[in-house]
């Protein structure tokens, strides 16, 4: 997976019911600029595998390369979805040795109480340099880029 190509959308669902089939969902999520709706099917990747419920606060990634049918509300395919706190924030983007994102958007500062892990949740052992991560914060510089000392870091392992 390529963070890169995918568009970010921050909402509380609204509404969680069946999709076109028995194993795909359709999760409405109400954003600043109206409802979006998204299918989750078996594919979609839920970090930390929490139940999706109406009222939660999350953080929805689609391919944006993909067609979508013309309809409103909009509807696309979730890539991954995650759940966030008051005030927290989330990036998917690849992240070079500096630990700069790739399109110069958010450069990170790792500190000890940095959790660093795997999709799967184990330890990650090593540097996050060069590679697509998964980016949990609140705050930032107001510095080109904008620094953080994020509180997680999912490294995307393939």
Known sequence: MNGSVYQKVVGVIQDIGRGNSCCTQLVSIRTNNGIINFVVSGDTMVI?????????????????NLPVPAIFPPQYQAELITSLRREQNVVWNYFDETLTAEDNSLKLN???????????GQRFLCEPTNAELLVYYTFTTFSIPPQTAPQRIIVMCE
């Open 48 to 64: 930390d595998n929490v139940r999706l419920r109406r009222g939660m606060r999350v953080a929805a990634f689609y391919d944006k």
């Open 110 to 120: 790792v500190d000890a109480m940095t959790n660093i892990e795997t999709k799967n």
